[in-house]
């Protein structure tokens, strides 16, 4: 079991680009979700997916935003013309049991 | 909706002395509740969990919290800081048995020799 995995650790991108983050979840989990964790912030919760089936989004997901997880394995999480208020961190989560969440080290996001 | 307050950004204690982070929640219904700690360019780690068993719960590294329905309390004790109990500490609460969790805002722990 290594755990939760998420590539790239940093990225940094020009406003305007279009970025894509994946997750790697532990092995047996069917459950993971991605969340976004502002400087001096909890994280939020952005999503979550059982299997392939994303089964909830929160508002803060605009039409930038996009998540897939292909086979109810790994999953990537897409933001289309970044902006700078989109610079964070995003947290991926993994989970048999929805109470017991083991999350990933996160991906560093800074957009210039 | 449901929604969790943690009181004070920053808590110091000295090595050896009473840890306490406070943290109130709101919930329409029974929540679960949950306390993780998050150490620098590391994602987080479950502390304990409450989901409606024992109003005391008892998690890793010697970290307890009690659920006080009547206060909506769900506060973070350890009896005796350590250095290695220095991160941030967050409180959060579901009422869809953790599916969608909602955090605090954290509270960092500074702990001096």
């Known amino acids: 079991d290594t755990g939760v995995s998420q590539d790239p650790r940093h990225k940094i991108t020009k406003r305007g680009q279009n970025v894509t983050f994946r997750c790697d979840p532990i092995?047996?989990?069917?459950?993971l979700y991605w969340y976004r964790q502002t400087l001096g912030q909890g994280p939020e919760f952005l999503t979550y997916f059982q299997n392939e089936a994303q089964l909830e989004k929160s508002r803060l997901l605009s039409d930038r935003f996009s998540a897939e997880r292909p086979k109810g394995s790994f999953s990537t999480l897409e933001i289309q013309r970044t902006e700078q208020g989109d610079s964070a961190m995003y947290l991926c989560?993994?989970?048999?049991?929805?109470?017991?969440?083991?999350f990933g080290p996160g991906t560093r996001l800074t957009v210039t | 909706a449901q929604s969790v307050t943690q009181l004070g950004s920053h808590v110091s204690v000295s090595e050896g002395a009473l840890v306490l982070l406070r943290c109130n929640y709101s919930s329409s219904v029974p929540p679960y509740l949950f306390w993780y700690v998050q150490y620098p360019n590391q994602g987080l780690q479950l502390l304990l969990k409450y989901t409606s068993a024992a109003t005391l719960v008892k998690g890793i590294n010697g970290f307890e919290a009690e659920f006080k329905k009547s206060e909506t309390s769900f506060h973070l004790t350890k009896p005796s800081a350590h250095m290695s109990d220095a991160a941030e500490y967050f409180c959060a609460v579901s009422d869809d048995g953790g599916f969608k969790t909602i955090f605090g805002a954290g509270t960092r722990l500074f702990v001096k020799a």
């Open positions: 092995s047996e989990h069917n459950r």
């Open positions: 989560a993994s989970s048999l049991d929805p109470s017991e969440q083991y």
